[in-house]
């Protein structure tokens, strides 16, 4: 079917180069599996060259997964530690601040302002009036639990 398949070392060479490079583009670490089980099996093809076009796919698709298991298994996890884990959770980051009410609680719910964000917040003590002044102890959804300060 395919007689070029048999010694196609620099295709498989050429073609996990340009997953390298396509990964370098964005693809937040999908293609490094496919991308390393290529330029294995172009290595494989010019050790063995009697290895036929069947076998370099199997070769490819066997190594592509074990790859992929492995970067995700170990390296993604060494890439998601901070040391800010609240950045880009803006509820989570409002934890221990302090505000003035802007409208009261009532049945347990109400706003704040805080910066330019009006914010529901809920507050189980009891219904507290405009202007008391409460501080941030949890979140729940999109709501902000809220104690009411002395």
């Not at 998601?80 to 009410?101: A, F, I, S, W, Y």
Request: charge should be neutral; include cysteine; hydrophobic fraction near 55%.
């Amino acid at each position: 079917m395919a007689e070029w398949l048999n010694d196609a070392g620099w295709y498989w060479i050429s073609a996990g180069l340009v997953m390298i490079a396509a990964e370098a583009l964005g693809a937040s670490g999908f293609l490094l599996g496919a991308a390393v089980s290529a330029l294995l099996v172009g290595v494989l093809a010019f050790l063995m060259p009697a290895m036929g076009w069947q076998e370099q796919f199997v070769a490819f698709a066997i190594f592509a997964g074990f790859f992929t298991w492995v970067y995700w298994r170990r390296f993604r996890a060494f890439n998601e530690k901070t040391d800010k884990p609240k950045l880009n959770h803006r509820l989570l980051q409002m934890v221990g601040t302090t505000h003035v009410l802007d409208t009261p609680i009532e049945e347990g719910v109400g706003k704040v302002q805080a910066g330019d964000t009006l914010w529901k917040v809920q507050c189980k003590q009891a219904n507290l009036p405009a202007g008391t002044r409460v501080k941030v102890v949890a979140v729940n959804g999109m709501f902000l639990i809220v104690e009411a300060l002395p």
